[in-house]
Nanobody, 123 residues
Framework: QVQLVESGGGQVQVGESLRLSCTASGRTFRNNAMGWFRQAPGKEREFVASIDSSGRSTVYGDIAKGRFTISRDNARNMLFLQMNSLKVEDTAVYYC????????????????WGQGTQVTVSS
């Protein structure tokens, strides 16, 4: 049974940092692109960041550029998101995702989703 389990969320103040982790089990995803999405209350799920299967190529949504860094450890089947300079508007549930392709994630091609981890940023 494939599982993606996110961790590392929590409540922080504006300007602080968090590091999210996603641990995959049930199979290896070394051939799949992985990424992060987020969803705030009353809003659609939006793209945050993507990393290709090798870990060498990354893509960021505008909301993440310059502040967030995505990385992966294929040996441990894990995905990470380092979030710096957090803003109130970053408050959302953050989801780990696995794409069917190896290049980059697209919300329309997600094969597996995690259950999400809550990030709350307060002023």
């Amino acid at each position: 049974q494939v599982q993606l389990v996110e961790s590392g969320g929590g409540q922080v103040q504006v300007g602080e940092s968090l590091r999210l982790s996603c641990t995959a089990s049930g199979r290896t995803f070394r051939n799949n692109a992985m990424g992060w999405f987020r969803q705030a209350p009353g809003k659609e799920r939006e793209f945050v960041a993507s990393i290709d299967s090798s870990g060498r190529s990354t893509v960021y949504g505008d909301i993440a550029k310059g502040r967030f860094t995505i990385s992966r450890d294929n040996a441990r089947n894990m995905l990470f998101l380092q979030m710096n300079s957090l803003k109130v508007e970053d408050t959302a549930v953050y989801y780990c995702a696995v794409d069917v392709s190896g290049a980059r994630v697209s919300i329309h091609r997600i094969q597996y989703w995690g259950q999400g981890t809550q990030v709350t940023v307060s002023s």
